[in-house]
């Protein structure tokens, strides 16, 4: 069983950043795949941002850019460092862990971006 611990939401002005972080434990083998994902209100949960085990990344089309995802292995961490904030980027922000045939998520954390 993985456990993954999100922190760093909060409440943001548009153009403002903040940086999510995401901390993985537990019975932990390997882990391919840590990502980012998010769900806002009448919205179906959607892809942020991804990072392999060797560092090759994806991000959704919405936020290239303006987020950088970060992975430490040594630490079984990811991060979200996100910058120019945009009212549709409001939304609850879930940590991500993929290693076939296992996924786990985090409890997530509410991003709001508002004046």
């Known amino acids: 069983q993985v456990h993954l611990v999100e922190s760093g939401g909060g409440l943001v002005q548009p153009g403002g950043s903040l940086k999510l972080s995401c901390v993985a434990s537990?019975?932990?083998?390997?882990?391919?795949?840590m990502g980012w994902y998010r769900q806002a209100p009448g919205k179906q949960r959607e892809l942020v941002a991804t990072?392999?085990?060797?560092?090759?990344?994806n991000y959704a089309d919405s936020v290239k850019g303006r987020f950088t995802i970060a992975r430490d292995n040594g630490k079984n961490t990811v991060a979200l460092q996100m910058s120019s904030l945009k009212p549709e980027d409001t939304a609850v922000y879930y940590c991500?862990?993929?290693?076939?045939?296992?996924?786990?998520w985090g409890q997530g954390t509410q991003v709001t971006v508002s004046s």
């Open positions: 990072i392999t085990n060797n560092g090759r990344t």
């Open positions: 991500n862990t993929q290693d076939s045939p296992y996924e786990y």
């Open positions: 537990g019975s932990i083998f390997s882990i391919y795949t």
